[in-house]
Structure formats: structure tokens, C-alpha cells
């Protein structure tokens, strides 16, 4: 379970969420963090690594446990491929469409 909690996280308007993909989903870390934290009307922009099968259902757990959230398009990677990384992320960041 996740101990902590991001203090003030109200004040935020974007909340980037960065993790692996374990077992073809989201880690169990996840879910405990956006069981403690209310994201609604708050845009939710995910990154993600994983080892070559894609996001899996990470998406879904994000949709399902952040229901008010705006859940947008974000970044994912397959790990071991981190010489294109940055040059993917710079882009990526470039395209995001925040609020506001």
C-alpha cells in the first residue's frame, strides 16, 4: 500500500503519471496512489515502459480508477530501446495539449 500522499495535489491542474507495465497492466502502486488521490476535472497524462507487449490494460486501470479524470494521449516505450528515448519524449511533450 502506498503510505504517502502528494500534498496539495488540488492545486494541480496536470498530473503526468509515469510507471512500468507489470504483467500486461499498471503496477499495484498505481492503483493505490489514484485510490488516495481525487484527480477529478484534472488532466491525466500517463507514460509508460514496458517490455515489448505495449500498455496492456493499463489504460483501462487509469480510465477506471480516475473516473473524473481527463485522461489524455501519452507516452509509452518499449525499455530497451532508450537511445531514441529522448529524442521520442522531446516530441511527445511537444504534441501534448495541456488545459489552460
Not at 496512489?33 to 517490455?51: A, E, M, N, Q, R
Amino acid at each position: 500500500a502506498l503510505a504517502a500522499t502528494v500534498p496539495d495535489i488540488g492545486t494541480y491542474e496536470t498530473v503526468f503519471l509515469g510507471f512500468p507495465i507489470w504483467g500486461m497492466t499498471a503496477p499495484s502502486v498505481i492503483r493505490s496512489f489514484l485510490s488516495k488521490h481525487d484527480l477529478s476535472g484534472k488532466t491525466l497524462v500517463p507514460f509508460i515502459t514496458h517490455g515489448g507487449y505495449g500498455t496492456g490494460q493499463s489504460l483501462k486501470v487509469l480510465a477506471d480508477h480516475a473516473p473524473g479524470a481527463r485522461l489524455i494521449e501519452g507516452f509509452s516505450k518499449q525499455c530497451d530501446q532508450e537511445r531514441q528515448t529522448l529524442e521520442e519524449v522531446t516530441g511527445w511533450l511537444g504534441r501534448v495539449e495541456l488545459p489552460g
